[in-house]
């Protein structure tokens, strides 16, 4: 769905805003990562994790995507960082590892890169 | 009445509470950004605030995305840490100050600021790492203030104006300083620098930008209300829209401030990170 009255976004290469249309998309995916504040939950995933995606009704984009622990994939599927975090915690992937995967870098040149920019 | 003594302002980066348990204020890559520290804990223990009112986002603990608050103050006894889902030790309690809650949601609310209160709210590294900041040991040192939780989102678009991040922090203070009781209360602003952690532009940072929100909050904070959302995420990151937290401090201070000290470092984790402690005259 368009909303033409409110699009003001301007482009911002390798940006998705998280806004109305990501969060349409996205909200089985995102209730799924939040679920994983509750540890009983992490260890149904790590369990399961085709039977807890079911669960939350993630549809087969959003799957394939966690089953490849593929961050751009997610964000496409309408995922939000803030809980995806999450479930990135689940496979002990730090905020560097994440970022090193979604700019096809490894995490130390993702490190390094941080410090260049200093 | 309640006086407002001054806002102080910090990145909340999840590592950084990983660091204080393991104590690594004086390892290399932690010393720069911890140094930005003791000229902060000194003005804490010359004024001793009474009240501590911390400004942050919810990063998915206290509120998801099936009901998400603009604007959410807490109105509770207390505020738990809870776990967010990578299973850190949380923290105790922080004790809470309802009826300073209820008095600034009814000011706010007057002042047509429309306003979710809550009862119950978990605060996440977003609330709880600036208070082991500013109070280490926190809730436990014997200086911690009762604490209110103010969280603005920015999880999901559209996000408040920094304007309206501005006004907010004028109507808080409005509703602070109608307060009958005589207290001290500190402002926090936390969250930012820059930082983006999604997409093929994650890791980005932009120093000239940081500075010049740093240059122009103190005595020229309507400056920054001419940028626009999206440029705010173009230029600050998608994650550096947690500027609107310190936009809201700011608007809580009044007229004229005096800086006390400030720290800007790069990088920690993800993120530009950035203090800055700036008193009421």
């Not at chain 1, 079911?54 to 995507?65: D, P």
Request: aromatic share 10%; with cysteine; proline share 6%.
């Amino acid at each position: 769905m368009d909303q033409p009255g409110f699009d003001y976004h301007i482009d911002i290469p390798g940006t998705t805003l998280f806004d109305g249309k990501q969060a349409m998309k996205g909200y089985a995916l995102n209730k799924m990562c939040y679920a994983f504040n509750k540890e009983e939950n992490r260890n149904a995933f790590k369990a399961d994790e085709e039977a807890f995606m079911e669960q939350y009704g993630l549809n087969n984009t959003q799957k394939q995507a966690v089953r490849d622990r593929n961050v751009l994939a997610m964000i496409e599927a309408g995922g939000n960082i803030y809980y995806l975090a999450k479930l990135a915690g689940i496979f002990k992937l730090s905020v560097q590892d994440v970022g090193g995967q979604q700019t096809g870098m490894t995490t130390e040149e993702f490190q390094q890169h941080l410090l260049d920019q200093a | 009445m309640a006086k407002i003594l001054g806002g102080i302002t910090t990145s909340h980066i999840p590592a950084v509470g990983k660091a204080i348990q393991d104590e690594l204020h004086d390892d290399p890559y932690w010393k720069p950004f911890f140094d930005g520290y003791p000229k902060i804990h000194n003005w804490i223990k010359e004024n001793k605030p009474d009240v501590v009112i911390n400004i942050y986002n919810d990063h998915g603990l206290g509120f998801f995305l099936d009901q998400m608050p603009t604007f959410a103050i807490g109105a509770a006894h207390e505020y738990r840490n809870e776990d967010e889902g990578w299973g850190l030790p949380s923290l105790d309690p922080f004790p809470g100050h309802p009826e300073l809650s209820w008095h600034i949601i009814e000011s706010m609310v007057a002042d047509e600021f429309d306003i979710t209160s809550c009862q119950e709210l978990a605060v996440d590294h977003g609330f709880v790492v600036p208070m082991q900041l500013f109070w280490p040991g926190a809730p436990h040192n014997p200086d911690m203030p009762r604490a209110i939780p103010i969280s603005a989102n920015t999880v999901q678009h559209p996000i408040p104006t920094l304007k309206r991040a501005l006004d907010f922090g004028k109507a808080l203070r409005k509703g602070i300083e109608s307060f009958p009781e005589d207290l001290k209360v500190v402002v926090l602003g936390t969250g930012g620098l820059s930082h983006q952690l999604e997409g093929e532009r994650a890791g980005f940072i932009n120093k000239e930008f940081d500075q010049y929100c740093i240059e122009n909050i103190a005595h020229n904070p309507e400056e920054l209300t001419k940028i626009t959302r999206q440029e705010l995420v173009e230029k600050a990151g998608a994650q550096g829209t947690e500027f609107l937290m310190w936009m809201m401090m700011r608007g809580a201070l009044g007229d004229n401030v005096t800086e006390i000290t400030r720290n800007y470092h790069i990088p920690i984790s993800n993120t530009a990170s950035g203090t800055l402690l700036l008193e009421c005259e």
